[in-house]
């Protein structure tokens, strides 16, 4: 049964930083494009940050020079270093493995929240 496990968000005042992991299970971890996203209140999810199975990585305008996308193969984790944070990063934010046309691979886990300060 596959399961994703996100954890890592937080209370933090604008400018600061957060690190999320997400960790898998019951997938071939190494073999899957891995990708972070996030739902504001209000607002449909928003894919924000992929990294593929050899280490390449992909950033929504938004967030891109300031969030990282990083993976553990041997730990079956994906991580999302978050710097230099604003209100508008507020969100849910959730890992998968991204498909086509907005479609993922797995079910969602239950996200971890993320809340910026002003």
């Known amino acids: 049964q596959v399961q994703l496990v996100e954890s890592g968000g937080g209370l933090v005042q604008a400018g600061g930083s957060l690190r999320l992991s997400c960790a898998a299970s019951?997938?071939?971890?190494?073999?899957?494009?891995m990708g972070w996203y996030r739902q504001a209140p209000g607002k449909q999810r928003e894919l924000v940050a992929t990294?593929?199975?050899?280490?390449?990585?992909n950033y929504a305008d938004s967030v891109k020079g300031r969030f990282t996308i990083s993976r553990d193969n041997a730990k079956n984790t994906v991580l999302l270093q978050m710097n230099s944070l604003k209100p508008e990063d507020t969100a849910v934010y959730y890992c998968?493995?991204?498909?086509?046309?907005?479609?993922?691979?797995?079910?969602w886990g239950q996200g971890t929240q993320v809340t910026v300060s002003s």
């Open positions: 998968n493995s991204p498909l086509i046309r907005n479609l993922v691979r797995f079910n």
């Open positions: 019951g997938i071939i971890f190494s073999g899957n494009a």
């Open positions: 990294i593929t199975t050899d280490g390449s990585a």
